[in-house]
């Protein structure tokens, strides 16, 4: 069975820190994937990344980064210097077996203050 | 490229009655998801469609629930009769992915379903 962890619930910061959302799964599978996506309140989700089991290199894409772990079977998500327009529900999923169905995270709600 | 449509945008039911959502998936995609995302959790998979056919059914409750994809293309997603938890937004995604790969899912705009 698939599963993913997002400890952090709400996380609140003020504008222009860094901030780190963390995502731990698990999974018995060797091949899998793993995403973020982002929800603003508008409710699309909207894909953010995607990694597979097999690259553990770390991905930076403008202010955003991403650390993929398996030692810890972490995909730690960081935001610098983040803005207002981060504020949004962040959602870790993981994909793996024939189907490739998502399996979420209950998601982080990131709220940005000017 | 449209994205995937789906509609109505909001329902409010009283509970007992039935319900209906529609989705159009991207133009070509084969595979297409409806998940359930309840308030304040991740979206949870009810049923994936591969062209019409179903692939994985399992999280669907079927005494009230059912969905059909005719064509491969739009889907029809049904409640009836619904219940007070079935309160949720409905998401329809669609990808491109043949069986043994992996694409990233694309979203729709979701369907917010209260039952009162």
New interface residues.
Partial sequence: AQKVTQAQTEISVVEKEDVTLDCVYETRDTTYYLFWYKQPPSGELVFLIRRNSFDEQNEISGRYSWNFQKSTSSFNFTITASQVVDSAVYFCALSAGANSKLTFGKGITLSVRP | EAGVAQSPRYKIIEKRQSVAFWCNPISGHATL?WYQQIL??????LI?FQNNGV??DSQLPKDRFSAERLKGVDSTLKIQPAKLEDSA?Y?C?SSS?L?GG?N???????T?LTVL
């Fill in positions: 998801y304040g959790q991740g979206p949870k998979l994936q692939v994985d937004v998401l995604a992915q069986a992996y990233e899912q694309f979203f729709g705009p979701g917010r």
